[in-house]
């Protein structure tokens, strides 16, 4: 067991793979909705402590072949750091595959494509970022930069052949702003297509609820389970990606999992969402959803 840092959050498809936190906490750390590293004082690990931790894994795991750089924007190291984390681990792990880490549309657009490019060839293949929302309006509001901002972070990521697994948040724009928000997402979606697309379900926990709702003039009418199964309807109806775009609802905050390539698949998942509004199909109830 690495001597991690706690609170450790990685994307559940990384569940089965190691762990190395290169970083501890978010350096953007900026978000309003988010409350998974409030708690923790951003730094980079020296790179003694992290080889250290990649020495004591590779003893340990050696057929490793997947692993995910924590903590919340790993992707901000620069390049010759990543470059030299990534070296330690093809040396230690001989299976290496493949390499992740959460990151920013900044930390995107901080590292010109020929360097993502190189971050490539030493397996470094595959980045999680948070969209959110293609929304100007509500980008701003949730302290995310702009829509520019994230649709250059993404056609950086796709210049550099860089995989990116996007998330979207349902129930970010509340009862107010939902369709122009799934309406902008689509749109963002479907000229810059990520690889892999997710959607979370907005949970706001309690110490940083209220900074959250004040972004929106102090009122913030949340969506239910109804409003949140009309938004992915929508967004799905919506997508219309140049490029496949492998989709899935299947985070454990979502009321209903949903799983298909978009937009070949697009009338069967539509038809389970219409099953589940039509009360057809039942919904993850609320004490099985979470982060
Ligand atoms: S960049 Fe990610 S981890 Fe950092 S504050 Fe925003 S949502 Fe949270």
Redesign the pocket.
Known sequence: MLDYDFPL?RPPSEGDNLIIQATIG??????T??????GKRYRARGLDEVFADIDLAAARWPDAHRVFLA???AYTLPTETLDAICRRLAERLPDLQRVSA?A?PFNLLAKPAEEIRHLRTLKLSLVYL?I?TGSDMLLKRI??GSAKIMENGLARAAEAGLKVSATVITGLGGKRFWQEHIDATADMVNRVPPTYLSTLQLGLDEDVAQGFVERFEGTFERQDDHGVLLELKRLVERLDPPAPVIFRSNHASNALPLAGTLPKDKDKVLAQIDAALAGDRGLRPQWARGL
């Open positions: 959050w978010c350096r953007f750390n900026g978000c909705f988010c409350s998974m590293y409030k903590d919340g924007d959460y920013t948070g959110e302290g995310k």
